[in-house]
């Protein structure tokens, strides 16, 4: 015989049906308590990662006019069905701040350059990271303006013809701009508590008096600024500065994703708190953007990047007696071949790129 569910409790008290109630309620309990603690920790990832947002938008300074006028730009190709498109971005490294970078940053003519210029290529994919660096005194037209050092573009025009001149090259649009100060890397290093950087070869820095050996050196972040801003103490200059420049990003990245600063709440906070300042991003470059990046980045570690510095013929000297980085123009079409359709990874792996050049 049935009886009505209300009617249940009114049976056998001490019966088997009355534990199985008790297990039930307390199974229900359980569930809600764990669902409870899951709901309090979203909500205090969310509060973290949201004030960590506010701090990059907050402190970072915005690139008012990043970009050239559309009409003298590569069109940005959109794949079919929803899928994802390559993202390129320009970094720009300078060894100084103030109201020469300001101008720069708002499209203005400046007497400031770019010490570093790094082409970063994200591919649709999302399964690596390319990392194409420009030597500072390439000798390259500047667009609507005449022959110079690519460095000079900034100092010439600002950001947007830094970027019409990067497009120019390879053929190909820049959806984001970010500028480093140099400063940076000595915060980023601290905050990070340090990294281990490859040495190649042997110095002594100009900037600071430090003494780097061959092999694996541990540098705290006034190291780190020296190390990346040498290029006096080498036969090549700015070939090995590039190089150095290139093994220090490495390390940062190897101390980043490693599971011991991704688990650390305080030191990702202390990391972006002390780069954010020395960043300028275009408008489109805020947290949300590289946060979208970074969960699409999610399976990439540092075996999956590659950093390499853009083939050239060597040295040269210009008419009016400039010393000048000379453009090959047969690797540049060949990159630039590989970005369109997208598979730079096939051009690196051909000339054995993968751990640079």
Same mark, same amino acid.
């Given at each position: ?169 390879? /053929?190909? !649009?820049?959806?984001?701009? +970010? @500028? ?8 980023? =290093?601290? *905050?990070? %508590? ?104 999610? /399976?990439? !570690?540092?075996?999956?990047? +590659? @950093? ?8 040269? =000297?210009? *008419?009016? %007696? ?36």
């Amino acid at each position: 015989m049935s009886l009505p569910l209300g009617t249940l409790d009114g049976i056998d008290e001490t019966g088997p049906r009355r534990l199985k109630t008790r297990k039930s309620r307390k199974g229900r309990n359980v569930l809600i308590a764990a669902a409870a603690v899951v709901l309090v920790a979203a909500l205090v990832a969310g509060g973290y990662l949201f004030n960590l947002a506010q701090t990059f938008d907050s402190k970072t300074e915005k690139i008012v006019s990043a970009f050239p006028d559309e009409s003298t730009r590569p069109q940005k190709v959109q794949p079919a069905g929803g899928a994802k498109a390559p993202v390129n971005i320009l970094v720009m490294g300078s060894d100084s701040r103030g109201a020469t970078e300001l101008d720069a940053v708002n499209g203005a003519a400046t007497d400031q350059r770019a010490d570093t210029l790094m082409f970063v290529h994200i591919p649709a994919d999302r399964k690596n990271v390319y990392a194409i660096s420009l030597m500072r005194d390439l000798w390259v037209q500047i667009p609507g303006q005449r022959e110079a050092k690519i460095n000079a573009a900034l100092a010439l025009g600002g950001v947007p013809l830094m970027v019409q001149t990067v497009e120019s090259i390879f /053929g190909q !649009r820049v959806d984001h701009v +970010a @500028m480093v100060d140099f400063e940076g890397f000595k915060g980023l =290093t601290d *905050a990070l %508590g340090g990294v281990e950087v490859n040495v190649g070869i042997p110095f002594t820095s100009t900037h600071g008096n430090h003494t780097f050996t061959a092999g694996v050196n541990a540098m705290n972040g006034e190291q780190a600024l020296g190390f990346v801003r040498e290029r006096y103490s080498f036969a090549d200059g700015d070939y090995q500065r590039v190089r150095n420049q290139q093994a220090f990003m490495k390390a940062v990245i190897a101390k980043t994703v490693n599971a011991q600063t991704l688990s650390n709440p305080a030191k990702i906070s202390s990391v972006v708190t002390a780069v954010s300042p020395f960043i300028s991003v275009d408008k489109g470059l805020d947290a949300a953007t590289l946060g979208g990046l970074g969960l699409e980045l999610n /399976g990439v !570690r540092q075996q999956d990047i +590659a @950093m390499f510095t853009l083939p050239t013929r060597g040295t040269g =000297t210009s *008419a009016d %007696g400039q010393s000048i980085v000379l453009t090959d123009p047969n690797a540049i079409s060949k990159i630039s071949a590989a970005l369109t359709e997208d598979k730079l990874g096939d051009y690196v792996a051909a000339n054995n790129f993968e751990k640079g050049n």
